[in-house]
T-cell receptor, first 114, second 113 residues
């Protein structure tokens, strides 16, 4: 069965320092993986997606993620945090087959300190 | 381009009342779904639809009904509201394949007293 584990529920960084949000997945299929961001009182916005092309995926706002099959990981990184990055981040895997059902991680709340 | 539109944005209900959460998309997407978001639990799938006239249950369907009479609309009905249904509800749509990201509405914040 497919599942997603976000290893940290809260991460706090200082502005200008690197960001690392960790995600491990379990999938019986070759997975499609996504990172979404949710700002307060807003819906979810796609940051980036992995669909079996390049293993290093670049997204919006300077974020990127690397798919590592051997480690079943899809960690999200950014070289330098900005105050506007403060939000909740969700790692998501798509189930295989004919449907487009998503399995969400429980989220990582990123705080950025000035 | 409106994307996915959810109404209302906020709602307070009494236990036992019924209501319909509206969701509309203008992108001609085949796939639509409803999720609920609760603290510490991520988003959980309630119901989904792969096209007009076709719906199926997700992870937490009890207490909710859906229908899909048109491609654009996918309403979610609470039959008899319970306090356990207090949550934030999100509607999403996508072109239909598992490689395509889903587009989310801004959510409906529902409180059941």
């Amino acid at each position: 069965a497919q599942s997603v584990t976000q290893l940290d529920s809260h991460v706090s960084v200082s502005e200008g320092t690197p960001v690392l949000l960790r995600c491990n997945y379990s999938s019986s299929y070759s997975p499609s993986l996504f990172w979404y961001v949710q700002h307060p009182n807003k819906g979810l916005q796609l940051l980036l997606k992995y669909t079996s092309a390049a293993t290093l995926v670049k997204g919006i706002n300077g974020f990127e993620a690397e798919f590592k099959k051997s480690e079943t990981s899809f960690h999200l990184t950014k070289p330098s945090a900005h105050m506007s990055d403060a939000a909740e981040y969700f790692c998501v895997v798509t189930l295989g087959g004919a449907t487009n059902k998503l399995i969400f991680g429980t989220g990582t709340l990123l705080a950025v300190q000035p | 381009n409106a994307g996915v539109t959810q109404t209302p944005k906020f709602q307070v209900l009494k236990t036992g009342q019924s209501m319909t959460l509206q969701c509309a998309q203008d992108m001609n997407h085949e796939y639509m779904s409803w999720y609920r978001q609760d603290p510490g639990m991520g988003l959980r799938l309630i119901h989904y639809s792969v096209g007009a006239g076709i719906t199926d249950q997700g992870e937490v369907p009890n207490g909710y009904n859906v229908s899909r009479s048109t491609t654009e609309d996918f309403p979610l009905r609470l039959l008899s509201a319970a306090p356990s249904q207090t949550s934030v509800y999100f509607c999403a749509s996508s072109p239909g394949t598992r490689f395509q990201p889903q587009h989310f509405g801004d959510g409906t914040r529902l409180s059941i007293l």
